[in-house]
């Protein structure tokens, strides 16, 4: 006896039937979705990409140093809004607006007042005006003397630094040192 079917027996399921064809091993196909090894092209574009932006980044802020570590004949922009702890420094031959002329501790104990302050900048930076530029404050409307000062956290953190500087009163760009000559 066989297990071949009979030519007027009963069909065996499946019997007729030709098996389905299996995929054969070989290299992933691409579709969509499909995560393939980037290229070494690619990765060098990458790479490229990366190393510009840093560079852009460096020379935006290669100028910027700490407001407190300016000293008196440094020039700067005066950055927007009335806090900030970094400055752009810049030759006074360059576009600036700001020029530091006094650079000085507060001695008072406590964090100073609006009185007390006024009366530090009134004895300190209008005297370093009238020795820097030459002239007396009275005498120079073109000019106007601004100030930094420590924030409270700073000063907490025994920062009691007073820089003061002299700018046009609408801030607007300088190409040259104000000393007097």
């Not at 499909?34 to 790479?47: A, D, H, M, S």
């Not at 073109?142 to 007073?162: A, F, M």
């Amino acid at each position: 006896m066989t297990d071949e079917p009979t030519p007027d027996g009963p069909a065996v399921p499946g019997a007729d039937q030709q098996p389905e064809p299996q995929a054969t091993p070989g290299p992933p196909q691409r579709g969509v979705g499909q995560w393939t090894k980037p290229g070494k092209q690619r990765n060098i574009l990458v790479g490229g990409v990366i190393v510009a932006f840093l560079a852009i980044v460096l020379f935006a802020v290669r100028n910027n140093v700490q407001a407190d570590d300016l000293k008196v004949g440094d020039c700067f922009n005066i950055p927007e809004g009335t806090s900030f702890s970094t400055v752009e420094k810049l030759a006074c031959t360059e576009s600036h607006n700001a020029e530091v002329i006094f650079v000085g501790e507060y001695t008072g104990t406590t964090y100073p007042i609006a009185l007390s302050l006024d009366a530090y900048l009134n004895d300190n930076c209008v005297t370093a005006f009238e020795t820097y530029v030459g002239r007396a404050v009275d005498s120079a409307p073109e000019l106007s003397i601004g100030y930094v000062h420590p924030s409270r956290d700073g000063w907490d953190n025994g920062d009691k630094t007073i820089t003061c500087y002299l700018s046009q009163p609408d801030q607007s760009p300088m190409t040259e040192s104000l000393k007097a000559t």
